[in-house]
């Protein structure tokens, strides 16, 4: 099962590069860009996001910005990561740097009610949770753990607060499940 995952993941990474040639993958350590942005997130937020360096996945770019560990990370969970950083590396495409990073940064704030963020996130969030249950089961996609983990990057200062009301993140996560659920190879 190991060497399918491995294989899966090389052949995502031939894709993404075949879609983005000059796509790369930088470690966060020891990248100065990386650092500002961590102290940057850690004023902004008022330290809620400390874990820019050591959790999260940034695309800036065509580079996709990891923290360590990224390459002891089992297989399955970097593919459902580059899945995810995929769609952002669309949206970039599809809307330009500049247009990108004001969508991200601005509406309506940047934080608290950040509608622009939000509406790039959901459909990143959307594809982990495909790629978690078609790589790990329905079942994990499902789980009350899955859906803490996603709702709390919305509703947490993860992304600083961008979009803070549970119901309406929860009903989105709800619709995710539910074109799941009517997808044809669930059928």
């Not at 580079?63 to 970097?78: A, F, S």
């Not at 769609?87 to 950040?114: E, N, W």
């Not at 509608?115 to 089961?137: D, N, Q």
Request: net charge positive; hydrophobic share 40%; with cysteine.
């Amino acid at each position: 099962m190991h060497d399918v995952h491995e294989a899966n993941m090389d052949a995502l990474l031939a894709e993404i590069r075949s879609e983005f040639p000059s796509f790369r993958i930088v470690p966060k350590q020891g990248n100065r860009l990386s650092a500002l942005i961590d102290r940057i997130l850690r004023w902004v937020t008022f330290g809620a996001q400390h874990e820019y360096m050591t959790r999260y996945h940034t695309v800036l770019g065509n580079t996709l910005y990891v923290p360590d560990g990224w390459e002891t990370t089992r297989c399955i969970d970097r593919i459902i990561t580059l899945r995810h950083e995929r769609v952002h590396l669309r949206q970039r495409r599809r809307y330009g740097d500049v247009l990108m990073a004001f969508l991200y940064l601005v509406p309506f704030f940047p934080l608290g009610l950040a509608y622009g963020r939000a509406r790039i996130e959901w459909e990143a969030y959307a594809e982990s949770v495909r790629a978690t249950a078609e790589l790990k089961g329905i079942e994990q996609a499902r789980s009350d753990a899955m859906r803490r983990y996603v709702v709390g990057q919305f509703t947490s200062g993860a992304y600083g607060w961008m979009w803070p009301f549970r119901s309406q993140v929860d009903a989105w996560y709800d619709g995710v499940l539910a074109e799941l659920d009517s997808s044809p190879s669930r059928r």
